[in-house]
């Protein structure tokens, strides 16, 4: 069974950090690209990052560049999500995505509150 499992969402302070990992399990992780989209409130799904099946290339979407970082362990057959700089607008329910096979996690909640 594929299963895709994101965690370490929660409640940070504009300009806090946060880490997101997501497990992957049932499929061979290391040949997809991966990639994290979130889904603000009121707003539709928004690719944030993807990151090569090699974790040497990587994108942003232009409203984290310089703030999030995605990486990859496919010994550990995780993906990472590093936040910093967070900002209110960051809110939302963040998922990974092995997009190419449709493989979708459940999401992770973040928000970020004062």
């Known amino acids: 069974e594929v299963q895709l499992v994101e965690s370490g969402g929660g409640l940070v302070q504009p300009g806090g950090s946060l880490r997101l990992s997501c497990e992957a399990s049932g499929f061979t992780f290391s040949t997809y690209a991966m990639y994290w989209v979130r889904e603000g409130p009121g707003k539709g799904r928004e690719w944030v990052s993807s990151i090569n099946r090699h974790g040497n290339s990587t994108s942003y979407a232009d409203s984290v560049k310089g703030r999030f970082t995605i990486s990859r362990d496919n010994a550990k057959n995780t993906l990472y999500l590093q936040m910093n700089s967070l900002k209110p607008e960051d809110t939302a329910v963040y998922y990974c995505?092995?997009?190419?096979?449709?493989?979708w996690g459940k999401g992770t909640l973040v928000t970020v509150s004062s």
């Open positions: 995505a092995a997009l190419s096979a449709h493989y």
